[in-house]
């Protein structure tokens, strides 16, 4: 048995994971993951990019967890990121991608999760995020619902976000939805790409 921090839900998604990112990360040269947690994803995933720069973070408190695994696939060290803060310690990135966090952080960190990322996103990057979410105020399944009672009831400002709501911050911060993927476990995959600066000052 893997003595390593480990995660089911992350060894049940990767390979649907996959399956999007293949299809969208052609040519791309490097990606920020953001809350990597145990490392499964980045672990599995950066093994079928091998021209791909992957770059995994998470809280300070967080890496000890993350560290071991990143080390154990040979990936960069990973580093210390908080989403409410401006400075993510790096320039531009063509990808950005996380998994079952939007939900896990406050809303407040959402919206600073919108408005600070754009520095870090190269124009025509892409932004990729799984996880559950509901639709024009209902859940997609019973077990969405429950979920989210779950979540409240162990940190009142987590929770399942509304689709629609998390749209529009992704638009104020200059990004185009390009797809939204059904994924199992009544999850989504989500992906957005970064407007030029050009496509930003067309569309005032």
């Given at each position: ?57 998470d809280t300070q408190e967080n890496l000890p967890l993350l560290r071991p695994r990143i080390t154990r696939a040979g990936l960069p060290e990973p580093i210390a990121l908080d989403i ?103 999850n989504q995959l989500l992906v957005w790409r970064m407007n030029s600066e050009a496509d930003q000052l067309s569309s005032r």
């Amino acid at each position: 048995m893997d003595a390593l921090p480990f995660s089911q839900a992350c060894e049940n998604n990767k390979r649907p994971i996959l399956s999007v990112l293949q299809r969208h990360l052609d040519g791309a040269g490097s990606l920020l993951e953001i809350g990597a947690g145990t490392g499964q994803h980045a672990e599995f995933l950066a093994m079928h990019f091998p021209g791909l720069n992957w770059q995994a973070s998470d809280t300070q408190e967080n890496l000890p967890l993350l560290r071991p695994r990143i080390t154990r696939a040979g990936l960069p060290e990973p580093i210390a990121l908080d989403i409410d803060k401006p400075d993510w310690g790096r320039g531009g990135f063509d990808a950005l991608f996380c998994a079952n966090v939007l939900h896990i952080v406050g809303a407040p960190s959402v919206e600073n999760f919108f408005r600070h990322l754009g520095p870090h996103t190269e124009p025509g990057g892409l932004l990729l995020v799984y996880g559950p979410f509901r639709y024009r105020n209902a859940y997609t399944s019973q077990s969405n619902a429950q979920f989210d009672r779950w979540l409240k009831q162990r940190d009142p400002v987590s929770g399942i976000r509304d689709f629609e709501w998390v749209s529009g911050l992704a638009e104020e911060a200059g990004l185009s939805l390009v797809e939204d993927n059904a994924m199992p476990a009544n999850n989504q995959l989500l992906v957005w790409r970064m407007n030029s600066e050009a496509d930003q000052l067309s569309s005032r």
